[in-house]
């Protein structure tokens, strides 16, 4: 066993694993676990390499600045390299990106700027126009900028690619990639293209980004939302090379969270959301295919910073992208039903600490009281701060003390008008019947329900 002497020569080296539980048609499929470098995906190989060449080239010095705008992963990587080598971030990024990936990066000591991911180039909102207005403020700051670094796709180009080649015996005929600085795709595709010209580069593409359209008709369309991470693109990295890329798949949301998890429940691999795009763009291919060939894809980065997001049932129902069973009725519009068991209960004689620790931990700011399956109450933040004002030991008392029992009952079949009073007195809507609870309708729950509906 090696022993390293810093967590920066634990980067590349990754895994290479044949999936088995899939249908690939006539081929076979190979994933590369880029996932497993330490600070969780590909990225750590374009940090080290463009910190390294920035210093070489005089562009950083010793207490500089770094400034980037990124997805997350880009942020990640930098993190780790700048810890270790005494520099400061900052990191610009979009505000739709994973709440686990933002925690991780401020659990590294990184300054980050949350900026708006309903923008385009040009908006001084825009996450790379917020970098490069940083960078003319900060003094002593330089901006790394993975979208037009050159170093950026030279790093696959002799790190990543010949990994690959190694692992594979030289034996690859289809790479599937995604596009988000772009850095792989070009990297890749020059390497294969010099050292294994038999190997058509893939594009594997988010249903809103432009890149597939781009590819088959010259025209830059509009981008449209798309929910994955990392990958898809409004416009075309100065350091994007399209011409090496041989054919385009357009994957929807749906499919690639699917996928995402399917990866995970067949193969025992959890990898992240761009990994379910890729995924889905590979098995199509592998299926199309009339003669036997090796493919070979990334999982670019890992599952465990998309709990809350596409792992979590509750979040991707919110976003219309989990198929529940309909009723027409309000039990439509309950994010959290109680039959799935998603919904977060309390009991009567539980204590107010018990309570207090569930909402936190859920993230919600009322609880259902529940007794023999029946809604029996109902307790909220002003509940328990009440209950126990200036007397912290008060948070032994029991639910029962202080949870509220004049209760809004909604039968599941009235109307949505019926709830909007119960709204405007800044109440929830407790849906139940004679015999069950089926769960809460909350105001963000109704706005979800009529976002989707507009859709």
Excluded at 34 to 44: C, R, V
Excluded at 254 to 269: P, S, T, V
Excluded at 414 to 429: E, G, N, Q, T, Y
Aim: glycine share 8%.
């Amino acid at each position: 066993m090696t022993i390293y002497n810093s967590i920066l020569e634990t980067i590349g080296n990754t895994p290479m694993i044949k999936l088995n539980k899939f249908d690939t048609g006539p081929c076979e499929l190979f994933i590369k676990l880029e996932s497993q470098n330490p600070a969780g995906s590909i990225k750590d190989r374009i940090a080290v390499v463009m910190i390294d060449k920035a210093e070489k080239e005089g562009k950083l010095k010793p207490g500089d600045t770094i400034i980037e705008a990124t997805a997350g992963n880009t942020g990640l990587g930098l993190g780790l390299v700048a810890a270790q080598k005494g520099y400061k971030l900052i990191l610009v990024i979009p505000d739709k990106m994973s709440p686990d990936k933002i925690r991780h990066i401020r659990a590294m000591g990184v300054d980050v700027r949350l900026t708006r991911s309903d923008v385009q180039k040009g908006h001084p909102e825009y996450y790379q126009d917020f970098a490069a207005r940083l960078e003319k403020e900060i003094p002593n700051s330089y901006w790394i900028d993975q979208f037009s670094n050159p170093n950026n796709p030279l790093t696959h180009e002799i790190s990543t690619g010949p990994e690959i080649l190694e692992q594979m015996e030289g034996k690859i005929d289809a790479m599937v990639v995604g596009v988000g600085s772009s850095g792989t795709v070009t990297g890749l595709g020059r390497f294969f293209k010099k050292s294994a010209p038999q190997c058509e580069m893939i594009l594997a593409d988010p249903e809103g980004s432009i890149l597939v359209e781009m590819i088959e008709t010259g025209v830059m369309p509009k981008a449209t939302g798309w929910l994955v991470e990392g990958i898809g693109e409004d416009f075309v990295p100065s350091i994007c090379d399209l011409s090496l890329i041989t054919k385009g798949y357009t994957i929807p949301d749906r499919e690639a969270f699917q996928i995402q998890r399917k990866l995970l429940q067949k193969e025992g691999i959890m990898a992240g959301s761009s990994t379910g795009t890729l995924l889905a763009a590979s098995l199509r291919y592998c299926r199309e295919q009339t003669r036997p060939k090796r493919v070979v894809t990334l999982a670019g980065d890992t599952g465990n910073k998309y709990l809350s997001k596409s792992f979590n049932d509750s979040w991707l129902a919110d976003q219309g992208l989990l198929t529940r069973e309909e009723f027409g009725d309000l039990r439509d519009i309950i994010a959290r039903p109680a039959d799935t068991g998603d919904i977060v209960t309390v009991t009567p004689s539980d204590n107010l600490v018990t309570t207090y620790k569930r909402m936190r931990m859920f993230d919600v700011s009322q609880l259902p009281v529940l007794e023999d399956g029946k809604v029996v109450g109902l307790i909220d933040e002003s509940d328990i701060l009440l209950g126990i004002y200036k007397d912290e030991l008060k948070f032994e008392k029991e639910v029962s003390e202080v949870m509220v029992t004049e209760l809004e009952i909604i039968d599941p079949s009235a109307s949505i008008d019926s709830i909007l009073p119960l709204f405007k007195k800044d109440k929830v809507a407790i849906v139940a019947d004679n015999d069950t609870f089926y769960g809460l309708i909350t105001q963000i729950d109704l706005i979800n329900h009529l976002r989707k509906a507009a859709l």
